[in-house]
């Protein structure tokens, strides 16, 4: 019996604020970059990190994530590494790596004097039956 398992989880801060667009069919598509540091000790003794950025990609998240996905906050991201390809404006093709984020957590309060309450439930995002060639446009 054969298995498979295409899972990521990402924790770090978002690279830009995110942005939300809608397909043909109405599907709100929102994307976002997200910077993860990796640590460690090299052989002269002397610690590097490593920055690896993320894009990330998530299927009608509620208004709270829209609003709240914003530059240099620390998120959790869970959900599946996705590679695609697309045609540009200009009719080159273009390949693109994304996690389809289906579980996001905000890590961090909305700072001082914010009334955005963080919600009790993470965002279940699901990625819905969209053609991709429905969308050749959209460079994401």
Known sequence: MAFSLN????????GRDAETRFTTTNVSVTTFTMATTNSYKGKDGNWTNETTWHNI??????????ENLKKGKKFYVEGRLNK???TDKDGIKRYSTEVVAEKIIPLESGGE?????????????SEPDIKVDDNNDLPF
């Open 113 to 125: 004097g914010s009334k955005d309450s963080v919600p009790s439930a993470v965002s279940e995002s």
């Open 57 to 66: 990609v998530g299927y009608n998240l509620s208004d709270y994530f829209k």
């Open 7 to 14: 899972r990521i989880m990402l924790i770090g801060n978002l």
């Open 84 to 86: 695609r390809d697309y």
